[in-house]
Antibody
């Protein structure tokens, strides 16, 4: 059974870079799925950040595109998020999720990791 | 971006009630619409995809309908574990976008 697990620092200084990794276990990241990052500020709704395919092809939310990089490491079966020039507005729970290319949408999510932008 | 508008934003209901939540998109989506349930401290859980298809393992009291720009999520008989926040999400166009959420509370 495929599982996703986010990891990374819980505290990032303003103007710094947020870096998170999502480990994919129980299945190959090279299957025909897209792998996404979604975030949720405290008490607010969900925002899609972007996605990557195992080939390295990416799509980003234009609202974050200038600051976001999503990459994949097939040898480690994981994908990663980098968000630069962080401000307090980037404080959120960050989720990784699987988007099924076969049509089932976002069917699998990690548990989420809280990242706070603060000095 | 496609704007997703849910109504109501909050809803009080009792166990056994039939509940309907609506979601309107700012442009047509075909059937590329999903519904999620989220409980405090937990990740969202997909209930419905392709507007009306039930995710594996989701109870049959949940159903979805609609196409184009108007969609509904119906819970036929509320159970205690159904009190949560519900989100719709479109995946017809980038960037994928979510509704603002509907909080379902116990009356």
């Amino acid at each position: 059974q495929v599982q996703l697990q986010e990891s990374g620092p819980g505290l990032v200084k303003p103007s710094g870079t947020l870096s998170l990794t999502c480990d994919v276990s129980g299945g190959s990241i090279s299957n025909s799925n897209w792998w996404s990052w979604v975030r949720q500020p405290p008490g607010k709704g969900l925002e899609w950040i972007g996605e990557i395919y195992h080939t390295g092809s990416t799509n980003y939310n234009p609202s974050l595109k200038s600051r976001v990089t999503i990459s994949v490491d097939k040898s480690k079966n994981q994908f990663s998020l980098k968000l630069t020039s962080v401000t307090a507005a980037d404080t959120a729970v960050y989720y990784c999720a699987r988007f099924r290319s076969t049509g089932e949408g976002f069917d699998l999510w990690g548990q989420g990791t809280m990242v706070t932008a603060s000095s | 971006d496609i704007q997703m508008t849910q109504s109501p934003s909050s809803l009080s209901a009792s166990v056994g009630d039939r509940v309907t939540i609506t979601c309107r998109a700012s442009q047509g989506l075909s059937d590329y619409l999903a519904w999620f349930q989220q409980k405090p401290g937990n990740a969202p859980k997909c209930l419905i995809y392709a507007a009306s298809r039930l995710q594996s393992g989701v109870p049959s009291r949940f159903s979805g309908s609609g196409s184009g720009s108007d969609f509904t999520l119906t819970i036929s008989s509320l159970q205690p574990e159904d009190f949560a926040t519900y989100y719709c999400q479109q995946y017809n166009n980038y960037p994928y976008t979510f509704g603002q959420g509907t909080k379902l509370e116990i009356k």
